[in-house]
């Protein structure tokens, strides 16, 4: 069973287009996040949840809106989309024993 | 800004030797951690060490803990041509849970 999963693995689109991606961990973690990582593989978090809770937003344009229906879930929405925004989100749960992340495969979007 | 920057930013080696990647960080911390990353592959967890910690070992994976020098360092022995990926150290300061995560080490076993 895969215990963080992102949908869609990969996404091309528009520029001024909306796209989400969503995610779903099935480890019954509190905490997700949201990492972008770009071109040069350098991985900046973006959001922070903690039981459904926004903790974290790291000056993030509020083009990006997470919304997380329920612990197990942290969806990422994108409103007009830019030539910048083309890179890798990773989704990620972590664990509050261990400190540990576990991270989903990560969804490529590219900007056209 | 960034909390952890790894050296070097690639490294070739073959099959048998060992591998040796550093990281530096910039402000007290509850713990580090190491991560791999295959291509086109999330993250994967290889091990955690804490602030109080100076040496731990899994497996072929050895990470050492300077708090005075602000550094580690992950060695992993007899690499494997599987052992191809980037890894990344990751910090959590200490006062916060976020983990920030450095550049990452490209490194490349050849067969």
């Known amino acids: 069973d895969t215990a963080v999963s992102q949908t869609p693995k990969y996404l091309v689109t528009q520029m001024g287009n909306d796209k989400s991606i969503k995610c779903e961990q099935n480890?019954?973690?509190?905490?997700m996040y949201w990492y972008k990582q770009d071109s040069k593989k350098f991985l900046k978090i973006m959001f922070s949840?903690?039981?459904?809770?926004?903790?974290i937003n790291e000056t993030v344009p509020n083009r990006f809106s997470p919304k997380s229906p329920d612990k197990a879930h942290l969806n990422l929405h994108i409103n007009s989309l830019e030539l910048g925004d083309s890179a890798v989100y990773f989704c990620?749960?972590?664990?509050?024993?261990?400190?540990?992340?576990?991270f989903g495969e990560g969804s490529r979007l590219t900007v056209l | 800004s960034q909390q952890g920057e790894e050296d070097p930013q690639a490294l070739s080696i073959q099959e048998g030797e060992n591998a040796t990647m550093n990281c530096s960080y910039k402000?007290?911390?509850?713990?580090l951690q190491w991560y791999r990353q295959n291509s086109g592959r999330g993250l994967v967890h290889l091990i955690l060490?804490?602030?109080?910690?100076r040496e731990k070992h899994s497996g072929r994976l050895r990470v050492t803990l300077d708090t005075s020098k602000k550094s580690s360092s992950l060695l992993i022995t007899a690499s494997r041509a599987a052992d191809t990926a980037s890894y990344f150290c990751?910090?959590?300061?200490?006062?916060?849970?976020?983990?920030?995560f450095g550049k990452g080490t490209m490194l490349l076993v050849s067969p």
């Open positions: 402000t007290s911390i509850n713990n």
């Open positions: 949840y903690n039981n459904k809770e926004l903790i």
């Open positions: 990751a910090t959590t300061v200490v006062g916060y849970s976020t983990l920030t």
């Open positions: 060490i804490r602030s109080n910690e």
């Open positions: 990620a749960s972590r664990d509050i024993n261990t400190g540990e992340l576990f």
């Open positions: 480890l019954g973690h509190d905490t």
